[in-house]
């Protein structure tokens, strides 16, 4: 049965946790998440665990406050404007929402912000990840190796 090694292509289980041990993120059961390993798509920390197992194998890894997510950026947390949200919106603080936001070339994408406070200036977003800054637990499964 093949091993993992750098440079070895899997489909991986992943469960990320917070410090409380509440699951943040998830790979749905039934799609996997592909990566080359080594290639940096998953914390330093993680990517070294998963050197030399089988498929089946599984491996459970906390990485220390910022290295899966960074560090928290205060250029994250940004004011807008009441009027720039729907009306019928109902804001509510500590809720996630999606906002779009316009990069440098004009494109427009979702992004997901927490509502840190609504006040009569505006709303407070905090859109860095929620465990940005923050020790991270991974629990991954190798699924298979797919070369």
């Known amino acids: 049965m093949p091993k993992t090694q750098a440079g070895s292509r899997l489909l991986l289980s992943i469960e990320i946790l917070d410090e409380e041990g509440e699951t943040i993120e998830a790979?749905?059961?039934d799609e996997p998440f592909e990566l080359t390993l080594g290639q940096g798509?998953?914390?330093p920390t993680v990517e070294d665990a998963l050197l030399g197992l089988e498929v089946g194998a599984s491996?459970?890894?906390t990485c220390a406050e910022g290295e899966a997510f960074?560090?928290?950026s205060p250029?994250?947390?940004?004011?807008?404007?009441l009027e720039e949200f729907p009306e019928d919106l109902e804001l509510i603080k500590g809720e996630l929402i999606a906002v779009n936001v316009e990069d440098d070339e004009g494109e427009?994408?979702?992004m997901?912000?927490?509502i840190m406070e609504v006040n009569p200036d505006g709303v407070i977003l905090d859109a860095n990840h929620p465990l940005a800054g923050k020790a991270a637990t991974f629990r991954v499964k190798v699924e298979d190796v797919l070369s």
């Not at 250029?75 to 404007?81: F, L, N, R, W, Y």
């Open 59 to 61: 491996i459970e890894t």
């Open 41 to 43: 798509e998953l914390p």
């Open 70 to 72: 960074g560090p928290a």
């Open 112 to 114: 997901p912000a927490v």
């Open 75 to 81: 250029e994250a947390i940004v004011s807008v404007p």
């Open 27 to 29: 790979t749905p059961d």
């Open 108 to 110: 427009i994408s979702e």
